[in-house]
């Protein structure tokens, strides 16, 4: 399974864009993009998921360059309630199942 | 619907005790995933079951072992019980196992051993 680096923390404000960006140089062929968000003491929750290009949902946008060595999930506006863990994951879900491996993921906090 | 569902939700057993925990998956759902969530180790992944099956197992000792059940239902057992096993155990459902299936959380188990 490809390693993922992350930041380790980032700090936002209320109202701004925040982006977090994923390296993962090992991606295979198969594998698929997948962001969680994880509040304290809850599961993790998934957020967005992408093979190649830019996917967008209702809670966020996830943009992969043509080489798919990185990924970078958009959060527009957010608000004190985004703040949470970010996970980046990168697997082949079919060949390796349901077994996600997550890396440390990304703390962020929301100021007012 | 209802999401999926861990009972209980939290635990105090002591060193050498052995624990089961539950989860009940959304419905529908036929394969599960447990993992293991310590401040120090992060998420690590235990096991997976699809229709009855373990499909896929992580790096644990044998103290850890899983089943799942003919209606999707999966249990968890640990065995003589260490302190390094308290963690937050979290399962997940999905429907199958083919890629860009989404996997859904329950709240977890909180299991301190003493």
């Known amino acids: 399974l490809a390693k993922t680096t992350q930041p380790i923390s980032m700090d936002s404000y209320e109202g701004q864009e925040v982006n977090i960006t994923c390296s993962h140089n090992?991606?295979?062929?198969?594998?698929?993009i997948t962001w969680y968000q994880q509040f304290p003491s809850q599961g993790p929750r998934f957020i967005i998921q992408g093979y190649k290009t830019k996917v967008t949902n209702e809670v966020a946008s996830l943009f992969i360059p043509a080489d798919r060595k990185s990924s970078t999930l958009s959060l527009p506006r957010v608000s004190l309630s985004d703040t949470a863990v970010y996970y980046c994951?990168?697997?082949?879900?079919?060949?390796?199942?349901?077994?996600?491996?997550f890396g440390g993921g990304t703390r962020l906090m929301v100021k007012p | 619907k209802a999401g999926v569902t861990q009972t209980p939700r939290y635990l105090i057993k002591t060193r050498g005790q052995q624990v089961t925990l539950s989860c009940s998956p959304i419905?529908?759902?036929?394969?599960v995933s447990w993992y293991q969530q310590t401040p120090g180790q992060g998420l690590q992944f235990l096991f997976e079951y699809f229709s009855e099956t373990q499909r896929n197992k992580g790096n644990f000792p044998g103290r850890f072992s899983g089943r799942q059940f003919s209606n999707s239902r999966s249990e968890m057992n640990v065995s003589t019980l260490e302190l390094g096993d308290s963690a937050l155990y979290l399962c997940?459902?999905?429907?199958?196992?083919?890629?860009?299936?989404?996997?859904?959380f329950g709240p977890g188990t909180r299991l301190t051993v003493l």
């Open positions: 994951l990168v697997g082949d879900r079919y060949n390796a199942g349901n077994m996600l491996t």
């Open positions: 997940a459902s999905s429907l199958s196992i083919t890629a860009n299936n989404e996997q859904f």
């Open positions: 419905s529908g759902h036929r394969s």
């Open positions: 090992n991606i295979a062929t198969n594998d698929y």
